[in-house]
């Protein structure tokens, strides 16, 4: 199995931005954003994704945490696209749910080279430390438009600390079993014969 690696750099007058991604790793990653809340909650989607990650960001935090979120979302979701590739051999759908306390998120998936993002659900409070809590569903929309998925997310709780971040590992697990390799198929898997 060749490297299924990417390196994506995304430099604006709002952000600046470096991600490096392994898809096949051990979790491990480095993120500095400048949003503590958001650097956790990259932490832990490196970690229960089994990604490799790293991502440094320099963004414009004195205006809001917009940018910052919505950019590396961006080189997020291009780092996974690019890492990929023709998706051969993935597994290509999955579905997670996965609690945290009180809360429960709820993530479906399908690797099908078709942005599309939907959402359902509530954040209990506007804010988790300098995060602005609706920004977690516009982290997870940029992503999915810029890897190609289908991604459909629910959460439900009390805590938006718990909400988010059960949303963060829902996600990671989903997209580890939907990228991972299927030792019985050879072929990317649609009867179009590409994604």
């Not at 997020?76 to 997670?96: P, T």
């Given at each position: 199995m060749t490297d299924r690696t990417a390196a994506v750099t995304r430099e604006t007058a709002e952000t600046d931005i470096e991600v490096t991604l392994d898809v096949d790793g051990d979790g491990d990653s480095t993120v500095?954003?400048?949003?503590?809340?958001?650097?956790?909650?990259?932490?832990?989607?490196?970690?229960?994704?089994?990604?490799?990650?790293?991502?440094?960001?320099?963004?414009?935090?004195?205006?809001?945490?917009?940018?910052?979120?919505?950019?590396?979302?961006?080189?997020?979701?291009?780092?996974?696209?690019?890492?990929?590739?023709?998706?051969?051999?993935?597994?290509?759908?999955?579905?997670?749910?996965?609690?945290?306390?009180?809360?429960?998120a709820s993530v479906v998936v399908d690797v099908s080279g078709r942005p599309l993002y939907e959402f359902d659900g509530e954040f209990s409070q506007a804010r988790v430390g300098e995060f602005t809590s609706v920004m977690a569903r516009h982290f997870f929309r940029s992503l999915s438009t810029h890897a190609g998925l289908t991604l459909h997310c629910g959460v439900d709780g009390e805590n938006a600390h718990h909400e988010i971040e059960a949303l963060f590992k829902g996600a990671a697990r989903a997209l580890d079993d939907a990228t991972r390799i299927d030792g019985r198929r050879s072929d990317t898997p649609s009867t179009k014969g590409e994604l």
């Open positions: 500095e954003t400048g949003i503590g809340f958001f650097d956790h909650m990259l932490t832990s989607f490196a970690k229960h994704g089994l990604f490799d990650l790293t991502v440094r960001c320099d963004g414009d935090l004195e205006i809001d945490d917009h940018h910052t979120v919505e950019d590396v979302g961006i080189a997020v979701g291009q780092a996974f696209d690019e890492a990929l590739g023709d998706k051969r051999g993935i597994e290509r759908f999955a579905d997670r749910r996965v609690p945290l306390d009180e809360a429960v």
